[in-house]
């Protein structure tokens, strides 16, 4: 049978490792190389997968998790890290259960995964966009492709389809939703796309940009609706302020919980949706107010303003000060046990609004896609069109930071690849 993987990023480099097992397989890749997406995650580093229990992942994935139980049992994260390995790629684990390349470049997974191709006799064809899916009654005929180096036009014919194109985040990279258009013409139903695990904008922009740069470790935050004091999200790691506001690998995952709370945009523009963040998550209120006397005591002739080097990274402080209402140039000893409340209470709960998400373009990953009710989730086949199967953030699934969303590529990568006639 002759198979063609629409899009050469890891989601397709697997189906057609998995396809080519028992089928002719090309990879048609519109860029001029493979995979420029998977080069650039984890900052260039690839956090290949994570090392929780496979059966931990669906709690992991706020985005249709339930719907990945067969991909997940068909191919697991000891899978991608065998397979990488008999590539000669080893791994590391990092905070967080994430599990990274030793060698810290992605560029190395990806040339794993070219090589394993080859192996597998994979035609890798790069400068081909596919302009259109052929279909005659109900059934997969072939693709339509130009070059986008001769503009050649060409009709490949083929009884099975993949398509792994990716979703609508990092375009430059290739992921500009061709597959929404070619699936939507065909029939299928695309839940809107949105930006998820994406940096946050904040109403405050003169505290953001006064800690501009600022990263901060080991801190805790609180994603909360004011409006009912409902907590949205909880985390503790890290996290950085930009000129627009907040990001950094807490603040992703907490984005992608705000994106599905209900009347979340409607909340955002009342300036309901609040960020707090506790700067020192390892003292209660009263043994920070015990180190502050204590750090008081030590600076009992300096002003206010240059009392707090100790315990707080230089870049915070003149907004935490700010925030406090408290006299920058006050002397310490004229500092009431008032105000030293008002400076915990800014320490445990620095509290900034938050306004909105990021453009998709910064979004790591995309939420929403091809509607999973139209997917058979033992094997990736719409339920439309019969040859026709879909893998990767194509499909309406998403999940957190940590390796999670790359798994998913590869799982519905692999059981997209396995079924055949």
Do not use: W
């Not at 470049?105 to 990806?110: G, I, P």
């Not at 502050?292 to 002003?303: T, V």
């Amino acid at each position: 049978m002759k198979v063609i993987v629409i899009g050469g990023g890891p989601a397709g480099l697997l189906a057609a490792i998995e396809a080519a097992k028992h089928d002719n397989v090309i990879v048609l890749e519109k860029m001029d190389s493979f995979g420029k997406k998977l080069k650039i995650t984890g900052k260039g580093r690839c956090n290949i997968t994570s090392s929780l229990d496979i059966s931990e992942f669906i709690s992991n994935i706020p985005g249709n998790g339930k719907f990945l139980y067969s991909a997940f049992q068909n191919f697991t994260n000891k899978d991608i890290v065998a397979l990488l390995k008999e590539e000669g790629v080893e791994v590391k684990t990092e905070r967080g259960n994430r599990i990274f390349p030793v060698s810290d470049k992605a560029e190395d997974v990806l040339n794993a995964l070219l090589r394993h191709c080859k192996k597998e006799k994979v035609d890798l064809k790069t400068n081909q966009n596919v302009t259109d899916i052929l279909i005659e009654n109900n059934k997969i005929k072939g693709v339509y492709t130009e070059n986008t180096i001769t503009h050649k036009k060409e009709l490949l014919s083929a009884e099975k389809i993949i398509i792994a194109t990716g979703g609508r985040s990092y375009s430059s990279t290739g992921s500009t939703g061709d597959g929404y258009k070619f699936a939507k013409k065909i029939g299928h139903n695309i839940i809107p796309i949105k930006p998820s695990l994406v940096p946050l904008e904040s109403f405050d922009k003169g505290i953001c940009k006064m800690c501009q740069g600022l990263s901060l470790r080991n801190v805790g935050i609180t994603v909360r609706d004011d409006e009912n004091q409902k907590v949205i999200y909880e985390d503790f790691g890290e996290m950085i302020f930009t000129h627009f506001g907040i990001s950094g690998p807490m603040i992703l995952s907490g984005s992608a919980h705000l994106l599905r709370y209900k009347n979340a945009e409607e909340k955002i523009a009342s300036h309901k949706i609040k960020l707090i963040i506790d700067l020192k998550p390892g003292l209660n209120e009263e043994k920070l107010e015990a180190r502050i006397l204590r750090d008081f005591e030590e600076n009992k002739n300096k002003k206010f303003k240059n009392s707090l080097d100790k315990l707080l990274p230089q870049k915070i402080i003149e907004a935490v000060i700010q925030k406090s209402e408290i006299n920058p140039n006050k002397q310490i000893n004229e500092i009431t046990k008032e105000e030293r409340k008002k400076l915990v209470q800014q320490i445990k709960k620095f509290t900034i609004s938050i306004s909105g998400f990021r453009d998709i373009e910064e979004a790591i990953i995309t939420s929403g896609g091809i509607d999973t009710k139209e997917i058979n989730p033992k094997t990736m086949e719409s339920r439309i069109i019969k040859g026709l199967f879909f893998a990767g953030e194509i499909i309406d699934v998403d999940a957190y930071t940590g390796g999670f969303n790359l798994q998913i590529a590869y799982s519905t990568g692999v059981t997209a690849g396995k079924s055949h006639e």
